[in-house]
């Protein structure tokens, strides 16, 4: 298998196999695992779900589960917080299916090596409007230090850079403070509030749809937010 590496003076890089006989990636820039290895604490990296995922995904929505079920969106069809591993592995393997057809791009999101969270990016429509949504979670344990403002920003740098992607878009609750934070650290534009438009938490909630394109990213968002990470931490001394 042929695998293409990036690699720049910062650090951040990717490592994209290209299209190979098992007919795995039918889209550009897919399977892809992103690493930015020195600019907080521990390395943040993003890798392509896998099934052996299943265990781990499951342990963390169990014990995050009042963490995260204000934000999460309710389906009754395999509830977010079941023990059971079976459930998981059929969500696995359906974002594994949906990933090689194009249509979302699930990462695991990494700290120092351990699953701390996931980032995809969904409902990708290609065509005249190569547009996505990102939806994203951190394991509190891990929270307040800046992983998925860097998960996002090299998944984005990806998506618009290799992937192809112009448009892509957030929406969330206005009460999510924290989230709100993360897209406007990365200069998400708000385009206005969507009225009971996602079933979250047992009901239909109104989302702010937050969105970025290509242009607004170029040349590099995780050049920007590097930045943004450095100029804070020189701040405070
Ligand atoms: C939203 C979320 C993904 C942010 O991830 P993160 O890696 O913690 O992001 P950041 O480190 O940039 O922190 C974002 C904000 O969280 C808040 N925060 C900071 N430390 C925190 C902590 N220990 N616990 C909770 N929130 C904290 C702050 O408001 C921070 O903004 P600031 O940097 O301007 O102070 C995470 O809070 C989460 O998973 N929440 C539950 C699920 C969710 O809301 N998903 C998104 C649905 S739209």
Request: hydrophobic share 40%; proline share 6%.
């Amino acid at each position: 298998m042929t695998v293409l590496g990036r690699f720049s003076s910062s650090g951040w890089r990717a490592v994209v196999p290209a299209r190979h006989d098992g007919g795995v990636a039918y889209v550009r820039g897919w399977p892809a695992t992103l690493t930015e290895p020195s600019l907080l604490q521990a390395p943040v990296t993003l890798r392509p779900l896998a099934t052996r995922d299943a265990a781990a995904w499951r342990e963390a929505r169990v014990r995050n589960s009042e963490w995260l079920r204000p934000w999460e969106p309710t389906n009754p069809e395999t509830p977010l917080y079941q023990s059971s591993l079976g459930p998981y592995v059929s969500m696995v393997r359906t974002m594994r299916r949906e990933a090689r057809h194009g249509v979302t791009l699930p990462w695991v999101v990494t700290w120092d090596g351990r699953f701390a969270g996931q980032l995809t990016v969904g409902n990708i429509i290609w065509g005249s409007a190569r547009t996505g949504s990102v939806g994203y979670w951190i394991d509190r344990d891990y929270a307040g230090l800046g992983v998925i403002p860097t998960a996002l920003a090299m998944a984005l740098d990806h998506c618009f850079g290799v992937v192809g992607l112009h448009r892509v878009e957030a929406t969330i609750r206005p009460e999510n403070r924290a989230s709100r934070r993360v897209v406007e650290k990365l200069g998400f534009r708000d385009e206005g509030i969507r009225r009971r438009c996602l079933h979250v938490d047992g009901a239909w909630r109104d989302h702010i749809c937050y969105a970025i394109t290509a242009e607004d990213a170029a040349p590099s968002l995780m050049a920007r937010w590097r930045g943004t990470v450095r100029s804070a931490r020189s701040r405070i001394g």
